[in-house]
């Protein structure tokens, strides 16, 4: 199969499905256009998934790593309480591989795409002794509202969206759903947050890092998935839920939220759970 | 070496570099803030470079790889006639790779940032066992103003900037000089254009199909680098000039430029040169 060929097939899926409004061009130009709205920023996250790091051709179906490989830049995009706008999808593939994969990866990225209206603008194709995806997200958000990781206070409260640890138990099987829905109610309610990526005590430690704040936990408030450990709480990563912080009194929207601790005046960055130090232990993509 | 020295590394090259007045938030959050000017549309592209398929270790200095990386994305930049912004930069290494190889290979990247006022606002690093790179490049233009390969018109002058086939002659080893100030020249006065990445013959193709028009060249007027053949100047790929078209009698910037044939009406995507039908032959990604 040749490049134009394959290009033009993507290009045909991407034209079959959603197509945000401000794309003035997406597939067949040197670049895609956007025409951003009045008083908007716009926010950009770009991640990769790489063949026997982040999946197997074993465990996982193409349309699995094409679900993966967008979700976990629209959890970025969450984080920020941003829309989702767009994406670039840059991939490289053995020639080996045929044909059918590709379309059943780029229908499960679309599938993704069309729920929470993002248009596949463009990206790039290669070939490759591996499988290599990296997928460039944008979002919108009104001007000055993007949640940020620089914004707790001591005394404000924090909090994590749904249950922590049933990644670290199934680490590559599991349905990421990003939590855009969680992060637009969010926007302009909380002091500060991100999602969770690489664990709890990793991101957490992050987050007060970019504050300088520290923050106080309690094991018996963090919600612990069915059949996870509170070590796979804290440590496990791949959660994709969002951890935020909020002032006192905040009027938080209707979501499945658990409060799990106090940020703190104290050194930048440490958290102590029950009154001993928590190491931040998470996920370290170079280790 | 730990995931957040690495980042802390880069974050601090890439606060020493060239801050775009736009991004309001680079490195250290889940995504990076733009907040677009008034009346301006954006562009993106997004570009792979992978070890043994674009540069090897033994041929290229970490330093050139990072200058090809972003080159090759301002390159599709110049080709939109726009002003560049910002770019992500996605890493993916070996772990036994020096630490100074990456600390050079980002110094190589910024130099050529720097030169043309690009933001490094984020991106990814990861693990594995070759090199990859893969940057998004974002620039700003006019409302509308964006050069398209959808614009010429049968009886439009058909023109590239430099001169053609010297990258085809050194291929892995010319630095690449994206042609920013030749595409912010063009703008506004061309009917249509794009960048010469795979070869004049496979470029123009592409440039005609998008127009729904036909081309005729003349041989004797290809600009021909000093020691390449024709055949390299028409199939050799990797010049990174500009390709454009203007309608007659339009008057163009004081570049170094050569017309080299005319738009004609015609089967959509064909192209004669001197009167014998000229195949697309130029670089296939994913053969």
Same mark, same amino acid.
């Given at each position: 199969m040749r490049e134009t060929e394959i290009v033009q097939r993507i290009r045909d899926l991407a034209g079959s499905a959603h197509r945000n409004?401000?794309?003035?061009?997406?597939?067949?130009?040197?670049c895609a256009i956007l025409r951003p709205g009045p008083n908007e920023d716009l926010v950009f996250t770009t991640d990769f998934i790489l063949q026997?790091?982040?999946? &197997?051709l074993d465990t996982h179906k193409p349309s699995q790593i094409g679900h993966k490989a967008l979700a976990r830049g629209l959890s970025d995009l969450a984080a920020m309480g941003s829309d989702p706008v767009f994406c670039l999808v840059s991939l490289a593939v053995p020639q &080996?591989?045929?044909p059918r994969w590709i379309d059943a990866f780029y229908k499960g990225l679309l599938t993704l795409a069309n729920k929470h209206k993002v248009s596949l603008a463009g990206g790039d194709l290669s070939q490759f002794e591996k499988i290599i995806v990296d997928v460039m997200c944008c979002g919108r958000v009104s001007r000055g509202k993007a949640i940020l990781r620089s914004g707790a206070k001591p005394g404000d409260r924090i909090f994590v969206t749904g249950n922590l640890g049933a990644a670290a138990r199934s680490r590559w099987m599991r349905k990421i759903e990003p939590r855009i829905m969680e992060g637009r109610a969010l926007r302009g309610r909380v002091s500060a947050g991100m999602d969770l990526s690489d664990g709890l005590s990793l991101d957490l430690h992050r987050l007060c890092l970019e504050s300088g704040v520290s923050a106080v936990l309690e094991s018996g408030a963090i919600p612990i998935a069915h059949g996870a450990t509170l070590e796979q709480a804290l440590h496990?990563?791949?959660?994709?839920e969002l951890l935020f912080t909020a002032a006192p009194g905040t009027k938080l929207p209707?979501?499945?939220?658990?409060?799990i601790g106090i940020v703190t005046k104290g050194k930048p960055g440490e958290i102590m759970l029950d009154k001993i130090p928590l190491p931040p232990r998470g996920f370290d993509h170079f280790a």
């Open positions: 409004h401000s794309i003035l061009k997406g597939i067949g130009d040197d026997d790091r982040h999946f &197997t &080996t591989l045929p496990g990563g791949e959660d994709y209707d979501l499945s939220i658990s409060q």
